[in-house]
């Protein structure tokens, strides 16, 4: 009898092991998770909003200690948003946007369900920390006014409010802007006398400059084309901004289109503008509609703009009277964010000395770019201070989650601010090493990927997954994600891995981070859906893995990697054992008639043939994997009945369908609760379904 009881704790030790070196998907997100910083103009101050188990706040630090102060004092899981940071030029007041935006019928996101439902508002707190925040209008977006006395809101209109700390001038009306358009500010002139705007006629755009105090318009070298992204050069006598062509009838938006553009040059006073610069045929698009501020006019006179000249997203420096464009960036690499010094250096991040990571630049036209952060990094969204003795920017690794960090201005170690320490339950120590792989399609194209192996106690053929991520303008990378959408897939690839699940994070073609070529491969989406290859080369490389069993392989994504894993389960399901499809496309006939992000692909009639086929709803009859579909009900970027469609169909086939819907809730998982749901659900599907 002692001998069988030895033989019982033997046999359930062996069968406990792995599971007890699981770690658990709250723990993994038990870290703040903050956004990019702002920086104030004439002070070393930068706030950020940060989200702590879905408890969102705002913080700020000053240099040189840079001591992290708490501003808000929110304490609800209630998905809304801190967004559109300002902060004042002397760093005494920090204005913000709090809520999501409105849908088609009004309503600002709700994802709590509140019967009282929610708004979207522009506050503003000081700094020091010696009152709360105070609501200044209902809006989407900020700007100071010079001298930080009062807030330019733009909502449905474009308005001027004083804030609860100072008054304002006597030209700021709450009716400040009532042009026809859909109207944005860009900045004030250099003397803060003139409101430099975009407004957007639909087919056209035009750019204008208001005159506070005379309370007139004048439009600057209005055309028919699409007029974008106005500076002030530093002396305020004149105007520069990027032209496109028109929107001609019938025609619509293509994100994977690459269109030239213009750099034009006008004299702010009389409207007059030349073309300084044309780029080539296959240069404009992405760069200009994906980059923020694409166009800037540094204090040392010269114009920087961002550009697929090369094939590679890069920055270039012009003289304001002409002449050729000279490289700040260079390399077969991309450049992500930038921001430019008062000393005229830009600082970026860009993945050239390790495609698959981000490090820090800084570099000047015709010199060469000096490398700030270390190997194994991921660094992002640089902001040089006022005082040019810092940089503050987000850091992560394999282990680290991001952080708010900063280095000296001429690079070095970083120092991580916030969090300064992570919380006791997180498992850095535990957490994998995901090991970067190529994968060549069966045409030919090579895509990039990391695999998170499981703990080495895991013994025997173990299952093994396809993660696809969304966009699909995206790259995934071997450390924690500076998005917050993947930011909470790492944690959740790490998490099936400690659970004894071989993970795969595919870089799929149409992704970014590889060039202009990889981007906008050719068939793609709806024109062919020729990245699925690449899934498949993804499952082929899983399944020559000696400890992989290739009959346990499963596959799982959300946005346009929902649709490339319905895609993989409608075409193999003898290949994929098992999916989870989070808010997928899943007909991009549906997508064509608009009112979604999915519809951003430009198609015309005669493509929709083709861009049925693509969909994965035209192999619905070898659907024979079981699925799990996750969808929220206020999601805006890809509409609810794509899910709604494609399950109504397998069940009427008797497939096997399992669903986790979730009311209210956006695209983008604005909860904690929700993407605590989410992940939980997702490990117990394939739990059951792969049985690691």
């Not at 509609?289 to 012009?318: C, I, K, M, N, T």
Request: aromatic letters at 10%; a neutral charge.
């Amino acid at each position: 009898m002692k001998q069988r009881w030895q033989v019982w704790m033997l046999v359930g030790a062996l069968i406990a092991a792995p599971a007890a070196q699981g770690m658990e998907i709250a723990d993994l997100l038990s870290a703040p998770q903050p956004e990019a910083p702002v920086a104030a103009a004439k002070a070393p101050v930068i706030a950020w909003a940060a989200n702590e188990r879905g408890v969102r706040n705002l913080w700020v630090a000053r240099a040189p200690e840079f001591v992290p102060r708490q501003l808000t004092a929110y304490d609800r899981d209630d998905g809304q948003l801190l967004s559109s940071l300002a902060l004042s030029a002397d760093g005494r007041t920090l204005a913000y946007v709090r809520g999501g935006g409105p849908d088609a019928a009004g309503n600002a996101s709700n994802p709590t369900g509140d019967p009282d439902g929610a708004e979207q508002a522009v506050w503003a707190v000081p700094t020091d920390g010696s009152s709360a925040p105070q609501r200044v209008a209902a809006g989407r977006s900020v700007t100071f006014v010079p001298g930080g006395d009062a807030l330019i809101v733009q909502g449905k209109g474009v308005g001027c409010y004083p804030h609860a700390y100072a008054k304002a001038p006597a030209w700021c009306v709450e009716g400040l802007l009532k042009t026809r358009g859909a109207n944005s500010v860009a900045a004030f002139s250099p003397d803060g006398g003139r409101l430099l705007f975009v407004s957007n006629r639909g087919d056209h755009s035009f750019v204008g400059v208001l005159d506070l105090a005379a309370r007139s318009v004048r439009w600057i070298a209005p055309d028919y084309n699409n007029d974008s992204a106005p500076v002030w050069s530093p002396d305020g006598k004149r105007i520069a901004f990027l032209r496109t062509a028109g929107t001609r009838p019938g025609q619509a938006f293509d994100l994977t289109a690459a269109n030239p553009f213009e750099i034009w040059v006008a004299d702010a006073d009389n409207g007059l503008a030349r073309r300084l610069y044309r780029s080539g045929a296959n240069a404009g698009g992405y760069a200009q509609f994906a980059v923020p501020e694409p166009l800037r006019w540094s204090r040392d006179g010269r114009l920087s703009f961002s550009s697929e000249e090369s094939g590679w997203l890069h920055w270039y420096a012009l003289a304001p009277d002409g002449g050729a464009p000279v490289a700040i960036s260079r390399g077969e690499c991309e450049v992500e964010t930038a921001s430019l010094s008062d000393t005229g250096i830009l600082v970026y991040s860009a993945n050239c000395d390790d495609i698959e990571r981000r490090q820090l630049y800084a570099a000047s036209a015709g010199a060469a770019p000096k490398r700030l952060s270390g190997d194994g990094q991921i660094a992002t969204d640089p902001l040089p201070l006022s005082d040019a003795q810092w940089i503050a920017f987000r850091h992560a690794d394999a282990h680290r989650p991001t952080a708010i960090a900063v280095m000296p201005a001429g690079g070095g170690e970083p120092r991580r601010i916030f969090p300064a320490q992570l919380p006791a339950a997180f498992p850095a120590a535990a957490l994998v090493e995901p090991k970067p792989v190529t994968l060549r399609a069966a045409d030919g194209v090579i895509s990039h990927a990391t695999v998170f192996m499981p703990p080495a106690s895991y013994k025997g053929k173990r299952p093994a997954l396809v993660y696809v991520h969304g966009g699909p303008i995206r790259q995934m990378l071997p450390g924690w994600h500076y998005s917050s959408y993947y930011y909470n897939d790492y944690a959740g690839n790490q998490w099936l891995a400690s659970r004894g699940f071989v993970v795969l994070a595919l870089n799929y073609r149409a992704g970014t981070g590889y060039g202009q070529a990889f981007r906008r491969a050719a068939k793609q989406g709806p024109r062919g859906a020729s990245e699925y290859q690449d899934v498949l080369a993804a499952r082929a490389h899983l399944a020559g893995l000696a400890d992989v069993d290739a009959s346990r392989i499963g596959i799982y994504g959300g946005s346009y990697g929902g649709y490339l894993t319905a895609q993989a389960l409608s075409r193999n399901s003898d290949l994929f054992a098992a999916g989870v499809d989070r808010h997928g496309v899943h007909d991009w006939r549906e997508s064509a008639k608009g009112g979604d992000n999915s519809g951003l692909w430009g198609l015309k009639p005669d493509e929709l043939e083709v861009a049925g086929a693509s969909s994965p709803v035209a192999r619905i009859d070898g659907w024979r994997s079981p699925a799990l579909f996750v969808h929220g009900d206020d999601d805006r970027a890809v509409k609810f009945s794509q899910s709604v469609d494609l399950v109504e169909r397998l069940r009427a086939r008797g497939a096997p369908v399992e669903t986790l819907v979730i009311p209210d809730e956006d695209h983008f998982f604005l909860r904690y609760a929700t993407w605590m749901q989410v992940h939980r659900s997702t490990m117990d599907f394939f739990e059951r379904q792969l049985k690691p």
